[in-house]
């Protein structure tokens, strides 16, 4: 059974930055694949980056060039560095890892207004 802990959510101006954070533990090996969701108040949960262990990656069209992760294979950490942030980010970002089967994290809001 793997957890995910997440930090990092709060509020922010449009144009601020945040980082998010996830930790997993309970898995004795490299988590294939690792990144982040989020889900908006009356939307549906959607992808926003995937990072592999081997360094590739994948974002939502809405954050390219504006959201970057990354991530630590060996301590099986992942970050997500979100810059430009616009209201449109409004959520709460869930961390998830795939390793035979896939793990969520409890989530953390981020709130994104003037």
């Known amino acids: 059974q793997v957890q995910l802990v997440e930090s990092g959510g709060g509020s922010v101006q449009p144009g601020g930055s945040l980082r998010l954070s996830c930790a997993a533990s309970?898995?004795?090996?490299?988590?294939?694949?690792m990144g982040w969701h989020r889900q908006a108040p009356g939307k549906q949960r959607e992808l926003v980056a995937t990072?592999?262990?081997?360094?590739?990656?994948n974002y939502a069209d809405s954050v390219k060039a504006r959201f970057t992760v990354s991530r630590d294979n060996n301590k099986n950490t992942v970050w997500l560095q979100m810059d430009s942030l616009e209201p449109e980010d409004t959520a709460v970002y869930y961390c998830?890892?795939?390793?035979?089967?896939?793990?969520w994290g409890q989530g953390t809001q981020v709130t994104v207004s003037s």
């Open positions: 998830y890892a795939s390793l035979f089967g896939t793990f």
């Open positions: 309970g898995s004795r090996s490299m988590i294939p694949v």
């Open positions: 990072i592999a262990r081997g360094g590739f990656t």
